[in-house]
């Protein structure tokens, strides 16, 4: 598959071997050794229970303390914090290019929320129309990413792009109140 000139992270034999040779492999190699084993990278898998904890105790308070209406945005960043822990725990655990790419649409969701948070905030869309353009934007963050992938550049500087729209527009939000 174009995109990576990394070799499969799992030797033959491993469980997920036949998965990376089937789906690719990822375009990255992180610091934690890949072992061959079910979950081939311990620290980074069960690092992201912080993830999917933290987002059920979002929930929890937001359900306990919204007295006057719930907030969507609110709603929406629980979920996608258990959404990335848990998107980033099947990466951690498999280590092939198809998982890599749900870590990413779990990074997309978070990072993306925030980007449109501060749009709401700037005026630049309607808080009514939050949810939609959240699940369509995973449109663009999708092509993006096969786009980069398939160009031989680092993918992760898709992500590099939301974040600094949303560094840029917190600043913006910030400046104006």
């Known amino acids: 598959m174009?995109?990576?000139n990394l070799p499969n992270p799992h030797p033959p034999g491993c469980f997920w071997h036949q998965y990376a040779e089937k789906f690719g492999v990822p375009d990255i190699k992180y610091c934690e050794e890949t072992l061959c084993q079910?979950?081939?990278?311990?620290a980074n898998t069960w690092?992201?229970?912080?993830?999917?904890?933290?987002?059920i105790l979002i929930m929890i308070w937001h359900n306990k303390n919204s007295r006057e209406g719930r907030s969507r945005f609110v709603e929406l960043y629980g979920l996608n914090?258990?959404?990335?822990?848990?998107?980033?725990?099947?990466?951690h655990l498999s280590n092939n290019f198809l998982t890599q790419f749900i870590d990413f649409l779990g990074m997309y969701a978070f990072f993306g929320l925030l980007l449109l948070g501060n749009l709401e905030l700037l005026g630049k869309m309607k808080k009514e129309s939050l949810l939609k353009v959240y699940l369509l934007s995973f449109i663009p963050y999708s092509a993006v990413f096969f786009i980069f992938r398939y160009a031989g550049i680092p993918v992760q500087l898709s992500m590099l792009i939301i974040i600094l729209g949303g560094l840029v527009t917190k600043l913006v939000v910030v400046k104006r109140y």
């Open 38 to 42: 079910f979950v081939t990278e311990p």
């Open 81 to 91: 914090t258990i959404f990335v822990g848990v998107t980033s725990l099947i990466y």
């Open 2 to 4: 174009m995109g990576s």
């Open 47 to 55: 690092s992201n229970l912080s993830f999917i904890i933290v987002g």
